[in-house]
């Protein structure tokens, strides 16, 4: 089965995921752009039970205006965002695709969300792209 490694920048936090991702999405809200520091965030997800994690972690848990929790979890050292979980899909596990090695494993996100944030000089152009604002 297709293995997709993610990691921090200094490497010791890694997440494995197994098979191909079941959602792919990119989001604009503001949380995202400053979690990222980017314009918007391109992030996969896996079911829980298909990732798993090695090395240290620290966690910050946000509540979004719905009330619902995502749990970020970084490396210690470095900073970065390895791997999230909740809000809307607690099943899953959200990795950043610019978290991965390879971060070029799929043609296109099949959803664009928070569109009402998305900047103007911004255009995803795969007609397939399911939109909502
Ligand atoms: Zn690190
Ligand atoms: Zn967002």
């Not at 798993?52 to 972690?57: C, N, R």
């Not at 966690?59 to 995502?70: C, E, I, K, M, Y």
């Not at 296109?108 to 000089?121: A, F, G, I, M, Q």
Request: glycine share 8%.
């Amino acid at each position: 089965m297709t293995e997709h490694t993610a990691s921090c920048r200094c490497g010791q936090l890694r997440a494995v995921a197994k098979g191909d991702p079941t959602r792919v999405s990119v989001c604009h809200c503001l949380a995202c752009q400053k979690r990222t520091g980017s314009a918007f965030s391109t992030q996969a997800r896996w079911p829980a039970e298909c990732v798993e994690v090695e090395g240290v972690s620290s966690r910050w848990t946000r509540t979004a205006d719905s009330g619902q929790t995502t749990t970020y979890h970084f490396c210690p050292e470095c900073g970065s965002t390895v791997y999230y979980g909740g809000g809307n899909y607690p099943e899953l596990i959200a990795i950043p695709l610019g978290a991965l090695d390879d971060p070029y494993i799929v043609d296109s996100p099949d959803y664009s969300v928070w569109e009402r944030r998305k900047h103007d000089w911004l255009e995803l152009t795969d007609p397939d792209i399911e939109h909502s604002d």
